[in-house]
């Protein structure tokens, strides 16, 4: 796999940043391209996302969510009367928020480059109207998974990348991190996430092992298997994926020798954390390609390449 990973070090890939590769608990293949320090924090982008999600777990393995079909002014009383306020949290997980809320579109009420601009970003996500019922169509958007990340700060009492911190990053002796925050100084739940390549693939090993890391429970087992659940299909409107959980994807491949289930986080330009259960497999990739589609093709192209060696 190491000699795999090295086809990609060529000139027309200058905004890979690198791959890591765990089989059975170890790191099998680890490159870093064109310089790039193994050290370094890089942006996941909307990867972020399903970090969140797993954030969402850990508030209810503590007892501080209860039913996920619960509208979500109950849990975050700010949200009272609003559109958002009547989505229950299960809706905003799975991208039904039924709000006019849509990242592809340029002029949706609710797109992130909007939300980015708002001097208050809570006014902002409060006062995006509804034009669906809650939990009956998927569209993709980062307002919903920001949403969650204020709920959770508000359960929790403290910012998200502390809650972060708490409750995933340091259990997984993770202590180089960066998240970054909006202009009121919230915590983005809906990406720039920063963290290393190497440990990107060791959050992806602790979801393999049920929640574990090195004996350690982290997280429960049974929320890691019902947020990665092929809950909504989203395969009409999506090239890479097939369905959608909980802020994560799922995506069957067709190979030479077969089918394999591929569960994984994504973001901008290229960078995911796929997890092959099958095969006791995690393959962390980052890269550089924000904003253009073929840092998509590139990472689907390195994932298939390692399931068919």
Do not use: C
């Not at 039904?96 to 601009?117: I, K, T, V, Y």
């Amino acid at each position: 796999m190491q000699s795999l990973l090295e086809r990609w070090d060529q000139d027309e890939h200058p905004d890979l940043h690198g791959v890591v590769v765990r089989v059975n608990g170890a790191v099998v293949a680890e490159r870093h391209y064109h310089g790039a320090d193994p050290q370094a924090l890089h942006d996941i982008r909307s990867a972020g996302k399903s970090i969140t999600s797993l954030l969402v777990g850990a508030a209810r393995d503590r007892g501080l969510l209860g039913a996920l079909d619960e509208q979500l002014e109950r849990y975050w009383p700010r949200a009272r009367g609003s559109a958002l306020g009547r989505a229950s949290l299960a809706a905003l997980l799975t991208m039904r928020s039924g709000l006019a809320a849509n990242d592809q579109e340029p002029d949706s009420p609710g797109n992130e480059d909007r939300m980015d601009a708002a001097s208050d970003p809570v006014a902002f996500l409060l006062g995006i109207p509804a034009v669906d019922r809650p939990g009956t169509r998927y569209v993709y958007n980062s307002l919903t998974a920001y949403a969650v990340g204020l709920l959770l700060e508000h359960t929790m009492g403290k910012s998200l990348l502390a809650f972060a911190r708490e409750a995933l990053f340091e259990p997984l002796g993770i202590q180089r991190v960066d998240w970054a925050s909006d202009a009121a100084g919230h915590t983005k739940g809906q990406g720039n996430l920063s963290l290393t390549t190497g440990d990107l693939a060791r959050i992806g090993q602790a979801l393999l092992d049920g929640g574990q890391w090195q004996g350690r429970r982290i997280l429960s087992s049974s929320w890691i298997k019902t947020s990665m659940q092929a809950l909504v299909p989203i395969g009409p409107v999506d090239p890479y994926a097939d369905s959608y959980g909980y802020f994560w994807y799922t995506k069957t491949h067709q190979l030479k020798r077969g089918t394999e289930t591929v569960r994984f986080a994504s973001g901008n330009g290229g960078n995911k954390l796929y997890l092959v259960p099958s095969r006791r497999m995690v393959v962390a990739i980052t890269s550089r390609a924000y904003g253009h589609g073929y840092g998509q093709r590139r990472s689907e192209a390195i994932l298939k390449a390692l399931l068919s060696a």
